[in-house]
């Protein structure tokens, strides 16, 4: 492969090129392309059968105009037994980010990074105010709900996204520790929870969300379909919430949106269940075995993940973009670099999973390139030894994503606190810089830049209210127990605002007086669980009237067999 086509990794500010502009630069034909770690799909899904049949269809999928999207969405709905008027259909995920943005955000939106490129750059492409929550290098890159919570309402952000599975890192959050956040954001305009990658979680039996979105009158979960169905570029997904916000964003969406590839593939997926959840669970499978072969690499470190690719640290020394050029066009070997994620830095890939013969090609190439001889290797040998997998990372002219954010922090953010940052694991063994209190109207230095604080300063400490402690999500291998909720105190006299926090009308603390919402009870305005799975009209059958099959799993658990 030449080594101009690394040239197209440097026009792309926030994504890897297309598989399509690589070919067409490499002049290979098509599907003699690089192997793939980069785009993280499904390897199983569809099967050689499925794809045989879109092709004896061909000329009519490219010939005729799709249905509208309604029936497209009347039958996945059917599929995954959901009420369609809590549905709304998209050409991928990022259209919907697009309308979520346009439709349902007003002034800022927090989110932790590093993420999905546009859960940052979307909005603030509009305008809006980016809060990021910086998830530490030294805590795994786990998300502490509490303390995000805190950062919340300390800034005061309107909107608030989570990302289940988090993209690049695979971190997961377990369903109870999530739906107290979402009751304990109850009082902003909306929580968004992006389960893109959830279908290859296997933490717990039933990790979505959705039932809780629907009874809750500000969440939307947005999901995946290219993804899990490996099928990137029909680009379709869905969002589930409430019949007023998913109405609201589907009155907006074009008539056609949905192509006639997206109608296919959804109308086959009722005969094929059986074959989805068995590639789910082989993408599992090879998960484990993945992250096995890579810890053996001395110096890499491989993050726990509950999606289907991995987020590693190359050895010190190493710089990622060297790597995957090398890997590239040495190796033929495409991996995900992730210099250009807030929040990361170039010293972290993302290698998504696949099957065994492949994981061998790319530890291969990986071992000539960190460590060949000479001065073909990428980790330069110690005078001492061997790199090895606990040696620090020292004398390093990088830290993870430091100068990234901060870049984006001075084009959105407008201003910065200290003292924020996340409690490290229980157990980690690996301590976090003390928080830093807020003083006086100043400048606060945020890596090499000065920001403003805006913020008032009370003249006297003031009581911070006690955060129900949110348990971190355990290294998988195995499920893991979710711990029963704290008891909840009874109603209080309202509580003093966080230091440093600017006056909110009802800024209240992570632990939600009013305790959790009683079952049949409507969450805060919104719908009991009997409204939303089929009485007043939220019909979950489609409009063909054929029942969802039995062996297809619901949205909330879609994959648990087999």
Not at 205 to 211: D, I
Not at 271 to 284: K, W
Not at 299 to 324: C, K, M
Not at 479 to 501: I, L, T
């Amino acid at each position: 492969m030449s080594g101009n086509v690394t040239s197209l990794f440097r026009g792309t500010a926030a994504h890897s090129p297309s598989m399509a502009a690589l070919t067409r630069e490499s002049g290979e034909a098509a599907g003699a392309g690089p192997v793939d770690f980069c785009i993280p799909c499904n390897p199983y899904f569809p099967t050689p059968a499925m794809f045989d049949e879109l092709a004896g269809r061909l000329r009519d999928i490219i010939t005729y105009y799709p249905s509208g999207a309604d029936t497209i969405t009347a039958e996945l709905c059917g599929l995954l037994q959901l009420p369609p008027q809590c549905v709304a259909m998209g050409n991928g995920s990022t259209e919907l980010i697009t309308w979520i943005d346009h439709l349902l955000v007003r002034e800022s939106l927090a989110v932790p990074v590093p993420t999905f490129g546009r859960w940052t750059d979307q909005p603030a492409e509009t305008g809006k105010r980016v809060d990021m929550f910086p998830l530490q290098e030294a805590g795994g890159f786990a998300l502490d709900l509490a303390r995000y919570a805190e950062f919340v309402r300390a800034r005061g952000t309107r909107t608030v996204v989570v990302c289940n599975p988090n993209n690049p890192d695979g971190g997961y959050l377990h369903k109870e520790a999530l739906v107290r956040f979402m009751d304990a954001m109850a009082d902003r305009d909306l929580v968004v929870v992006d389960e893109s990658f959830l279908e290859f979680a296997d933490a717990e039996a039933e990790p979505s969300v959705v039932h809780e979105a629907m009874l809750r009158p500000n969440v939307v979960v947005l999901r995946s379909l290219g993804k899990n169905f490996g099928l990137h570029g029909i680009r379709f997904g869905y969002l589930v919430a409430g019949p007023a916000l998913a109405g609201r964003v589907r009155a907006m969406l074009p008539k056609w949106n949905l192509n006639s590839f997206a109608e296919h593939v959804v109308f086959m997926l009722r005969d094929h269940g059986p074959e989805y959840a068995r590639s789910l669970h082989q993408v599992r499978r090879d998960r484990l075995e993945m992250a096995g072969e890579l810890s053996a690499l001395p110096g890499l470190t491989v993050y726990p993940s509950q999606g289907n690719f991995l987020f590693v640290r190359l050895p010190v020394g190493a710089e990622g973009t060297v790597v995957r050029d090398r890997m590239l066009t040495e190796h033929r070997v495409l991996v995900r670099e992730c210099g250009n994620k807030i929040g990361s830095s170039s010293r972290f890939l993302r290698l998504v999973v696949r099957p065994r013969m492949d994981v061998r090609r790319l530890v291969s190439g990986l071992e000539q390139v960190l460590y060949g001889a000479g001065r073909g290797a990428a980790v330069p040998e110690p005078a001492t030894g061997p790199v090895t997998a606990t040696e620090p990372a020292t004398g390093t002219g990088y830290s993870s994503g430091t100068a990234a954010v901060d870049r984006l922090v001075s084009e959105t953010n407008g201003s910065g606190l200290r003292g924020l940052a996340p409690a490290p694991a229980a157990g980690s063994g690996m301590p976090l810089p003390a928080a830093v209190p807020i003083a006086a109207p100043a400048a606060a230095a945020v890596g090499p830049m000065s920001l403003p604080l805006p913020l008032p300063v009370p003249t006297a400490p003031q009581p911070v209210p006690q955060a129900v402690p949110v348990p971190h999500p355990a290294p998988y291998p195995g499920p893991v127990p979710v711990p029963h909720p704290a008891p909840v105190p009874p109603p209080a006299a309202a509580p003093a605002p966080y230091p440093g926090a600017a006056p909110a009308a009802t800024a209240a603390p992570y632990a939600v007086t009013t305790g959790p919402t009683p079952p049949g009870v409507p969450a805060r305005g919104g719908l009991t669980a009997a409204q939303v799975r089929g009485t007043d009209g939220l019909e979950s059958v489609p409009a063909t009237g054929r029942p969802g099959p039995a062996h297809w799993p619901d949205a909330a658990g879609v994959g648990r067999t087999g």
